[in-house]
C-alpha cells in the first residue's frame, strides 16, 4: 500500500521560510516524478512544481507563481522529498499536498500539510 | 498556461441516474509523444484528492466501472453511468502536457 505524508507545516510570518518534507513508502520513489500541489480555497488546486527521477537528472520545473522562491529537492536514499519555501507572503497560505507520478500525475496524494502565513 | 474550463459549476444529481462533467482546455491536449495527458480526479469532504481516470479514459486501480472518460485534443468529458452516494464531492480536471500543469475549477456533484 502506498502511504505518503507531508510534515513541516506552520504557521510563518510573511517574508519567511519554510520547508516541507514528504515520506513516502510502498512506491518505487526513486523511479518516479513527483510533484507539489497546493489548495487554498479561494484558489481551488494549483500544482507548484516537478523534480523527474535520476535518469532524467533530477531536473525540475515550477509554476511562475512560485519560480525563483520555492525549490524542490528529493533524497532517494531516505524515499523523502521536499519542497523549500523563501519569501512567503499570504497568497501561499494553504494546504500543500505531495503528490507521486505514475502513469501520470497524480497517482498519488498525502493528506497535507497546512501553511499559514500571517503577521 | 492551459486553462482548463469545467462545466457544471454545481451537479445536482439524483441516485441511480447518469451524471456528466465536461472539461474543455484552451489548448490541445496531445503531447508531442502522442499521449494526450489528462486526468481525472475526485475530493470527497475533508479528504486529498483521487485520481480516477489518467489519459483520457484510463480508470486507476480500485475505480468503479460505472466511471468513465472520453474525449480528445480540448474536450473532454466524466460520466458516471449511476450516481451512488459515495460519488458526492467535487471533481477535478487536470492537464499533465504542458508546463504548468493546471486543474478545473471544480464541479460539486450533490444528491438531490
Known amino acids: 500500500e502506498v502511504q505518503v505524508e507531508e510534515s513541516g507545516g506552520g504557521l510563518v510570518q510573511p517574508g519567511g521560510s519554510l520547508r516541507l518534507s514528504c515520506a513516502v513508502t510502498?512506491?518505487?520513489?526513486?523511479?518516479?516524478?513527483m510533484d507539489w500541489v497546493r489548495q487554498a480555497p479561494v484558489r481551488g488546486l494549483e500544482w507548484l512544481g516537478r523534480i523527474r527521477n535520476k535518469g532524467q537528472s533530477y531536473t525540475t520545473e515550477y509554476a511562475p507563481s512560485v519560480k525563483g522562491r520555492f525549490t524542490i529537492s528529493r533524497d532517494d536514499l531516505k524515499n523523502s522529498l521536499y519542497l523549500q519555501m523563501n519569501s512567503l507572503d499570504t497568497d501561499d497560505t494553504a494546504l500543500y499536498f505531495c503528490v507521486g507520478d505514475r502513469d501520470g500525475a497524480g497517482a498519488f496524494w498525502g493528506q497535507g500539510s497546512l501553511v499559514t502565513v500571517s503577521s | 498556461d492551459v486553462v482548463m474550463t469545467q462545466s457544471p459549476l454545481s451537479l445536482p444529481v439524483t441516485l441511480g441516474q447518469p451524471a456528466s462533467i465536461s472539461c474543455r482546455s484552451s489548448?490541445?491536449?496531445?503531447?508531442?509523444?502522442?499521449?494526450?495527458?489528462f486526468n481525472w480526479f475526485h475530493q470527497r469532504p475533508g479528504q486529498s484528492p483521487r485520481r480516477l481516470i489518467y489519459?483520457?479514459?484510463n480508470r486507476d486501480s480500485g475505480v468503479p466501472d460505472r466511471f468513465s472518460g472520453s474525449g480528445s485534443g480540448t474536450e473532454f468529458t466524466l460520466k458516471i453511468s449511476r450516481v451512488e452516494a459515495e460519488d458526492v464531492g467535487v471533481y477535478y480536471c487536470?492537464?499533465?502536457?504542458?508546463?504548468?500543469?493546471?486543474f478545473g475549477g471544480g464541479t460539486r456533484v450533490e444528491i438531490k
Open positions: 489519459k483520457v479514459s
Open positions: 487536470m492537464q499533465a502536457t504542458l508546463f504548468p500543469l493546471t
Open positions: 489548448q490541445s491536449l496531445v503531447h508531442s509523444d502522442g499521449n494526450t495527458y
Open positions: 510502498g512506491f518505487p520513489f526513486s523511479a518516479y516524478y
